[in-house]
Every structure is written in C-alpha cells, then in structure tokens.
C-alpha cells in the first residue's frame, strides 16, 4: 500500500501520548496532524478530511464519542475510518465507541511495534470497504435507471431476498430486505401467478434456468409489466435447485409502447375501431374456424351515401366527427343477444367469440357475423344497421340525416375465401346504391357479371381518354324572337370500340365515379376551341359554343388558367367559349365556385345554370354568381302546353330571370305548340330537336355554311 498518501489524524489530550504515536507512524511512511481535543479534531477534519483517525476516548472540550458522532455528520465523513483508544478493561467504553460509530478499537497501553500494521489494515479494510459501497451505490444507479433488479432464493432456508430496486419493481417496500418464498409472488397479477409458479417450481424440480414475463400488481393496483431471467446457482446432489437468482426487468415502458404501435396498425385512429389489417387478420381466423365446425358467417360492407357533400359543405372536421359519431352508433346497433362486442378482440388482439366491427377507410365500414344460422339472421342485423344510421345526427349544431348503403356475403354460400368474400360483399353494396341507397342488398351471382362488365367499362373508359376516342356533336340554339342560331351547345360522345358511338348517359355517371370527368371535360374545352377555331378558318359566321361542365370542375383552382391558355392557344376571343354547370355547384365548396366563376368572366366567358329548376336553388347565391342565363330543364318544357303547372313554373322561371337580368333557353323543346308558348312568355332562347338533332362537326359546319348563303332560319338535317 503506498502509504505517503496517507493523512492520519491523531487525537488526544495527552501531548506525550500524541508524540510517540505521531513518531511510530511517521517511520512507518505515513503523513500525520495532531490533536489535543474532539472540537480541534473536528476544526481539522473540516479542513482537510484525513484517511484515517486515531482518537483517544476521554478528553477535555470534547470527548472522542461526540466527535466521532459529529465527525460522522461532515461531507465524506461516513467513509473515514476512526479508531478509538482506550483502556484494556474498559468494555463498557467500547460498545459505546461503536455505537456513535467507531470502526475498530486499540487498547491502551499501545503496542507500539504492531501499531502502524493496525492502521494499514483499517486503511486496506476502509478502501475495500469504500469501492464496495461505491460499487453497490453504481449498481443500485444503474438498477434504477434501467428499471432493473436482482433478487436471491434460498429454497432450503424458504427466504427470498431482493435489491432495493427489485422490490420497488415488484410493488413492495424497496428496504423489505427479505420475505418468506410464500409470500414472494403475492403482488403477481391474478392471472399470472399460476404460471410463474410453475415455472419456478420446474426450475426446482428440474435444476432448468428459464424467462418468463407477466403482470405484477404495485401499490394503488397500478399494473407493471415485467420480465424475469432465473438462473439456478447451485443444486444439491439430485439436481434439485437450493438457489435461485433472478433479474427483473420493468418493461411495462415497452410494452406501452408495443400497445400504441399495436393499436397504430391494428385500430383506426379516428373512430378506434379495428382497420382492414385487424379485420382481415380476425376475418381469415373466422373462416377458418367456420370451415372446422361447419358453420356460416356474413360480410356485411357498409358506404355512407353522399358522405362527400358533408366534407365539401362543412368541412373535413365535421366529417370526421360523422365518421367517429357512425362508428360508435354502428357498434351500439349491435345488441348483446347477436353475441357481438365493439372491438371484436381482446387486449391482446386475439379473436373472441364475438363479432367485428371495423373501419377500412373514407367512409367505409365492415362487419362479421360469426356463426350466423340463416339469412334471416344476417338480414336482421344488416335491416338494424340501416336503422340506426337513418336517425339524424348533429355534427357542429348541425342536424344531418346520413344514410347508409350495405352489401351482404356469406360463406360458404358467396365464397370460401377471404378475396372472395369481401370482393362479393362490396358488389352487393354498390347493387344496394343502385336500388336507391338507405337499404341492404345480398350478393347474387349475377351480380358478378354486372361488376365485371363494369370494370371492363371503366378500363376501357381510362383507354378512351388516353386515345382520343370521345367526339363532339353540336346542337344550334336559336332566338326565338329571330329564328336564327345565337349558339351551340357541345355534346359530347364515345366512339366504343364494341358497341358504337355512345350517348352521355352511358358512361358519364361512370366516368364521374373514376374521377375521369375533369380530365374529359378539358378534352372537351380544348376541341371546343380548336373546331371555333376550324370553322372561323373556314369562313363561318362564329357563334359562342357552350361546353358543360361537372361540379367538381368549377372547384378546379386551374379552370381558369386552363381556358385561358387555351383561348390564347387558338386566339380566339372569350365570347365564343361559353360554360354551363348544374346548380349542384351551389352544394360543394359555393366559395370557390365564386371566384373560379368570376375570373371566368373577368376573362369575358359567360357563365349558364343547366337543368335549372331540377336542383338546389338559392337566389341568394345565384344573384351573387356572374351567370348568364339560365337553362330550363326539358322535364318543365315537356307538358308545357297540357300541364298547368309546369307552365306556372316556366312562367315564373323566365319572369325571375328577367328581374335578374339574365336570359332564358328552354331545352327539349320539340313542338311548335311548345315553341309558341315559350315566345309568347318572353323566353329569349330554346334548343331542341324542333330545330335540329345535335350533329357532327363536319355536317354543323354545313349545315351553318347553307344558313349563311341562304340568311334564313331553316332546321339543320
């Protein structure tokens, strides 16, 4: 031991006494301080706290058993070793010295020669003494930090003993220090604690170290998770375990953790029902389990009809607020006597005997009905769940009524796998749509052909746009106080591979389902003003053509900047292009409709209402568009001359127009008695086949070039 760096303190009132203890320290190497009493003692340590005190027990001021007591009190004082002298006899002395906190005793008289051999022990005995206490004080650190523990059993003695930290993991006292083995698993979950017993009595039995996690239950029942390596460190000449260590670890940060990613793949965020993940999982374990026992299940996909119109007219918040209102009073309609639960699942995500509700995205829903015994029973549910969504909901104070759409599959009826299954429930939900949406519909094997013509529809629709395969037909509109054409209308067409030229209302309604209208529509704006252009090359008289919009389009931020570039393209004035939409504009997004509307007509391209009168109408909000005209739906100029109220109606359309500046067409118009009728109440405009069919560009042009020549007001062929 190098002892030079070594600081003795020696205390005692016998001045004689200090000199030849400092002397025989001092030729054994160590550096020494001197004194005469406890409080100079104390005065000193606080200066420089020494390795080692030598302090004689009776003293005046002080005596050595209240400077020990008070050397004890100081920074670093714990870890000073102090060693107190006094009499051979004086037993009663000693116990006290260790009481205050003594480390060891040296009788007087001294042995002087065996003195500095007694101070290099105490020294090496305090050094291990200090590394094994900074050694635990690291562990005990690291244990806390980690959230780890370590724990002994004595299986002969029946005694379990645990660090301070493990204790504390296991919901005890952390200074319990030891328990009996009966009481060692008291605070394991309910649940849990058959199985950790058998494990540890197999590690006894069979001398097998093992890992195991579970529950324990802390103070205030606040539940941890927990996992545990057991090692056994000795057995006895059986292979029978007599110790066992253990580390536990606090893992319930983990398995937090592990619930919120599990809950993030499994479970929707916005309604907390499970997702399409969790479903197909639960949906495969179903059918699986109905093919064992012979039994049938039912698909039930659920669409919300015009979920849309909420989100454009009030916001994606309060769709979001419908979606999770739906979900929960979806899951409420399933009444306890149909065996059926909220989720479905348990904690762990396993299967129970229940059901599954859940949500696949947008505003789509599923169901499972495990166990179902007939289609009454499925029938029964799914008449239920339309119910339930029939009644209103308030969402943001507003009041909505929101229907809902479902298709229903069974196995092994409608499939026998899962693809299957859901491909067929889908299809009978589009089928329960078609009937009139607010209802359910079983699959039926027809169906399928009717979806596979339709998807094949739809390709060949995508590949219609790609390859140019839409023509335009153009029907005059005419004054009717002049007789001569004013305007077109385009109209557009598809020139089916199969089946021919095609009429709008074959594939518009499906091209507004795959989101191809707005590519379509600026197909149609740019042939618009490519044939003005052709025609104007050609010689003819121009006359605004009108193309018709969707809603959707109107909402484009870029419609404007699309029309303009391609006016400016073919350089053609603003006056030739004209845009209709449907008054369903006044439905979605009315806001930026406006300002699409105006800059539209800060261009100069007049704006017209079609179909009007057969929508929603606010006069508010049409006097604030920059429209102008309005087109009456052929459905009022039909019965016009043999219906009284479909005149009243036109009537007031063309005087409401008129007070609002705006000019009127009639469209449908077929008979003379109907034309005569619209003149006489002051309609400015009409179209129809009394005139002329819509025709090709070619044959338009013709027909215009002969109308030219002849500067009369004949009907084109």
């Known amino acids: 031991m190098n002892t030079e760096r070594h600081r003795i303190l020696i205390v005692d009132d016998d001045a004689g006494g200090r000199r030849l203890t400092r002397a025989t320290l001092m030729r054994a190497g160590f550096e020494t301080s001197e004194a005469c009493d406890g409080a100079e003692a104390l005065q000193a340590m606080r200066e420089l706290l020494p390795d080692l005190v030598l302090m004689d027990v009776s003293m005046p001021v002080m005596d050595g058993f209240t400077c020990c007591a008070e050397l004890r009190k100081l920074p670093g004082g714990q870890r000073v070793p102090v060693v107190m002298m006094t009499g051979l006899d004086d037993v009663q002395s000693i116990e006290r010295a260790f009481e205050v906190g003594a480390t060891d005793f040296i009788t007087k008289p001294i042995n002087w020669p065996i003195l500095s051999h007694r101070v290099r022990y105490m020294l090496r005995a305090s050094a291990a003494i200090n590394q094994l206490n900074h050694n635990q004080r690291r562990l005990s650190n690291a244990q806390r930090i980690g959230e780890m523990g370590d724990w002994e059993w004595d299986v002969r003695q029946g005694r379990v003993s645990a660090s301070e930290q493990a204790w504390r993991i296991f919901g005890r006292d952390s200074g319990l220090g030891a328990l009996e083995d009966d009481q060692f698993l ?30 324990v239950v802390a103070r205030g029942g606040a539940l941890r998770h927990v996992h545990q390596q057991v090692e056994v460190i000795e057995q006895d000449e059986l292979g029978r375990a007599v110790r066992l260590a253990g580390a536990v670890h606090d893992i319930t940060r983990r398995k937090d953790a592990e619930e919120q990613v599990r809950r993030l793949a499994y479970f929707d965020t916005l309604t907390g029902l499970p997702n399409r993940l969790l479903f197909t999982e639960q949906l495969i374990k179903a059918v699986a389990h109905a093919e064992r026992n012979g039994e049938q299940l039912a698909i039930m996909f659920i669409d919300l009809d015009d979920f849309k119109r909420v ?73 239920r769940l339309v119910s339930a969504l029939a009644e209103p909901v308030t969402v943001l104070g507003n009041e909505l009524y929101v229907s809902c759409s479902v298709g229903v599959a069974t196995y092994p009826g409608d499939g026998t796998d899962i693809e299957t299954l859901l491909m067929n429930a889908d299809t009978a939900m589009y089928r329960a749509k078609e009937g009139g949406r607010g209802g359910f519909q079983f699959y039926d094997r027809s169906m399928n052909a009717s979806a596979r013509a339709r998807l094949q529809m739809e390709t060949l629709l995508r590949r219609a746009v790609e390859r140019n395969e839409f023509v335009l037909h153009y029907q005059p509109r005419v004054d009717l106080t002049s ?23 074959e594939f518009i309604p499906l091209a507004e389902e795959a989101h191809l209208v707005i590519p379509i529509a600026e197909w149609v704006i740019a042939e618009v003003c490519r044939q003005i252009a052709a025609w104007q090359g050609n010689g003819l008289r121009p006359i605004p053509v009108a193309v018709n919009l969707a809603a959707p389009h109107l909402r484009e931020r870029e419609l404007p900047e699309l029309v303009e570039r391609v006016l400016r393209q073919h350089a053609l004035p603003s006056s030739l292009l004209e845009i209709e939409v449907t008054e369903s504009i006044l439905m979605h997004d009315p806001e930026l ?33 920059p429209i102008a005209s309005l087109k009456i739906d052929q459905s009022f100029v039909r019965d016009i001359a043999t219906d009284p109220d479909d005149a009243a109606i036109i009537t007031a359309i063309i005087a409401m127009a008129h007070s609002l500046e705006l000019r009127v067409v009639a469209e449908g118009v077929e008979t003379e008695a109907q034309r005569l009728f619209l003149k006489a109440r002051g309609c400015d405009e009409f179209q129809g086949f009394l005139f002329g069919h819509p025709v090709g560009a070619a044959e338009f042009a013709r027909a215009m070039t002969r109308l030219q020549h002849q500067h009369g007001a004949l009907a084109l062929a």
Do not use: M
């Open 483 to 505: 007789g001569r054409i004013v305007g077109a209308e385009a109209l557009i067409r598809w020139q089916h591979p199969e089946r021919g030229l095609l009429p709008p209302k």
């Open 593 to 625: 409709s406006l300002a699409n509307a105006r800059r539209l007509a800060e261009l100069g391209v007049k704006l017209s209402i079609d179909d009007f009168g057969t929508g929603y109408s606010s006069l508010s909000y049409l006097k604030r568009l």
């Open 186 to 215: 008291t605070t394991v979950h309910e649940e849990d604690v058959e199985r950790v017993r058998l494990a540890c009595e197999r590690a006894i039995e069979n001398g097998d170290d093992f890992a195991i996690e579970h529950r």
């Open 311 to 383: 989100n454009d007219t009030l916001g994606h918040g309060a769709g979001d607020d419908l979606l999770k209102q739906i979900g929960a009073r979806l899951s409420g309609s399933i009444r306890g006597l149909d065996l059926l639960t909220r989720s479905g699942v348990d904690n762990n995500g396993s299967s129970n005997n229940g059901h599954t509700i859940a949500r696949l995205g947008g505003d789509e829903f599923i169901v499972l009905l495990n166990n179902v015994q007939d289609a009454v029973d499925a029938g029964s549910v799914a008449r």
